[in-house]
């Protein structure tokens, strides 16, 4: 039961996914950030989609296709060899994004560095993974953790509004912080408990994530 929930964890915040969870976060705390008026906008779905395909779903499915040729033994990549292919496809889907967006008007800066971020964290992780197993769901988490961090700099916003079945809800942005650590830490708790990774590879993987955001930001502001 334990095993089968570590899993879960794994899958569900899959370092892949932590850029379009931050989109999400960004449409939901300033929507008209991306000149719309909620998360709920069709303009929105479309961009999530969009995000949600280019991050996530196409490289995945890149994946599956060295799976299928024999080229990876299976998903999990146990060994550092197995990642390489996996790290350079989803790179080149990630500067390719990042690229796109950069001339984008509708994109606001903030974003774009999210996205940056994302991909140097990529980067530094396909290099470190030379040389030592790094956890990409650490750097993900690291990275999700470091977008969090720099919203809350850029942003004067101490809580934002979403609607549920029970009405208007106010939520504090620390208390999205506080969760994303929970999250983070929950992560790493479960690629222990898989016998994934080591802790070190869970640290260096945290410190890349989170330093390769500021990184980002640097270079866009």
Request: no cysteine; aromatic share 14%; hydrophobic share 55%.
């Amino acid at each position: 039961m334990l095993r089968l929930l570590a899993k879960l964890i794994s899958i569900v915040f899959h370092p892949l996914l932590a850029v379009t969870y931050m989109l999400a976060l960004l449409l939901l705390v300033n929507p008209y950030l991306f000149g719309v008026n909620s998360i709920s906008d069709q303009a929105s779905k479309l961009l999530i989609l969009q995000v949600f395909l280019s991050t996530f779903f196409i490289p995945f499915v890149a994946v599956a296709m060295l799976r299928l040729t024999g080229m990876i033994r299976s998903f999990q990549m146990e060994s550092r060899q197995e990642r390489i292919g996996p790290y350079i496809i989803t790179g080149v889907f990630y500067l390719w994004m990042f690229r796109n967006f950069l001339d984008n008007p509708a994109i606001p800066t903030a974003f774009t560095s999210f996205l940056l971020g994302a991909t140097i964290g990529l980067f530094f992780a396909f290099f470190i993974n030379i040389f030592s197993k790094i956890s990409a769901h650490a750097v993900g988490m690291g990275g999700l953790l470091g977008m969090v961090v720099i919203t809350m700099l850029l942003f004067s916003y101490n809580t934002f509004t979403v609607m549920s079945p029970r009405g208007t809800l106010e939520i504090s942005i620390s208390t999205v912080l506080l969760i994303t650590i929970l999250i983070a830490g929950l992560v790493g708790s479960a690629r222990l408990f898989l016998q994934s990774h080591e802790p070190m590879d869970l640290y260096g993987g945290y410190l890349v994530g989170f330093a390769s955001q500021f990184m980002a930001l640097r270079f866009l502001f």
